[in-house]
């Protein structure tokens, strides 16, 4: 017999400083998804339903569409020339 089949003991359960150190929550903490909304895991890269890698940084960044960027320049350049001519 194995000294490590005595089934004599009692199951004490998981020590103070174990739990201190891995938690003792036995569910997994989810978040919602950026991008679509699922719930994924929060410690996930990646979104499993949408593929949308996740950024831990701030919030969601949304950078200006191209035809903004181009009509805000468009018009720049026309009231610079407007000014000198």
Do not use: K
């Amino acid at each position: 017999m194995n000294q490590w089949d005595n089934d004599n003991l009692s199951d004490e359960g998981p020590l103070d400083c174990d739990l201190d150190e891995f938690g003792d929550d036995d569910e997994p903490t989810t978040t919602p998804c950026n991008a679509c909304g699922a719930e994924i895991y929060e410690d996930s890269p990646q979104c499993p339903v949408c593929g949308e890698y996740i950024s831990r940084s701030g919030g969601a960044h949304t950078a200006l569409p191209q035809w903004v960027i181009l009509i805000a320049t468009a018009a720049l350049i026309a009231f610079i020339c407007y000014i000198l001519f």
